[in-house]
């Protein structure tokens, strides 16, 4: 087998799980090149578009979603949450019931604390 430069891990490797010509997002935008079809490895990303990512996902939580509060915006907004036990917008007894509704849609959330460490 013969390496070829891999969009996926941005290096020359030999894939026994074959290769794909795709659309590829790097730093400075789309490219179309080769990338091995193995997904086991985790995907090439530069910490910056990670980092990114990772912001974006936080800053589509919303607190609420069908009345209930999510678990999810809590423990990635900790110190939302704070200011708003603060000010009574909810109550312990709020975190405490909190669920996690976001899960399935906004993948990629990074959690920062425990709801739990919150009313402690
Ligand atoms: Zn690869």
Redesign the pocket.
């Known amino acids: 087998m013969t390496k070829m430069y ?4 941005n ?1 020359k ?1 030999i ?1 026994e799980s074959g290769w794909k010509y795709t659309k590829w997002e790097t730093e400075t935008g789309f490219v179309w090149g080769w ?2 079809a ?1 997904v086991t ?1 985790p995907e ?1 990303t530069t910490n910056q578009i990670k980092e990114e990512r990772l912001t974006y996902a936080n800053d589509m939580l919303q607190s609420h979603r069908g009345g209930e509060l999510s678990r999810e915006f809590l423990e990635a907004h900790p110190k939302r949450a704070k200011q708003m036990l603060k000010n009574n917008v909810i109550t312990k007894e709020d975190v405490k019931n909190s669920k996690y509704v976001w899960t399935k849609d906004v993948p990629g959330v990074t959690k920062k604390v425990d709801a739990e460490a919150l009313i402690k």
Do not use: D, I
């Open positions: 891999c969009l996926r891990h290096k490797h894939s990338a091995c193995n490895y090439f």
